[in-house]
Nanobody, 124 residues
Framework: QVQLVESGGGLVQAGGSLRLSCAAS????????MGWFRQAPGKEREFVAA????????DYSDSVKGRFTISRDGAKNTVYLQMNSVKPDDTAVYYC?????????????????WGQGTQVTVSS
């Protein structure tokens, strides 16, 4: 079993920055891929970014590429999402998730464990 706890959400002005954290505990997650998803009111949960623990392969959605950066700290078992140049469209609940596979990483169904989510609100 893997437990994931997100933190770092809040209110930020458009053009500003925010860093989300996802602390993992329980079973070792070194063989997992870690992803960030977000869900805005009335919309489906969508892929934001993903990273592998072992090789630090990364992947981003087109909507955040060049603005967001995913990284991980193995010693702290923590994954981060650095959000720069945020826009009102980035407003959503952001979720951290862990998957046993890198394949199909854009789909929520590929992930085995989820955090409770953290709210990010971007004001214009």
């Amino acid at each position: 079993q893997v437990q994931l706890v997100e933190s770092g959400g809040g209110l930020v002005q458009a053009g500003g920055s925010l860093r989300l954290s996802c602390a993992a505990s329980g079973r070792t997650i070194i063989n997992y891929a870690m992803g960030w998803f977000r869900q805005a009111p009335g919309k489906e949960r969508e892929f934001v970014a993903a990273i592998t623990w072992s090789l630090s392969n990364t992947d981003y959605s087109d909507s955040v590429k060049g603005r967001f950066t995913i990284s991980r700290d193995g010693a702290k078992n923590t994954v981060y999402l650095q959000m720069n140049s945020v826009k009102p469209d980035d407003t959503a609940v952001y979720y951290c998730a862990a998957s046993r596979t890198w394949y199909n990483r854009h789909g929520p169904n590929a992930y085995d464990y989820w955090g409770q989510g953290t709210q990010v609100t971007v004001s214009s």
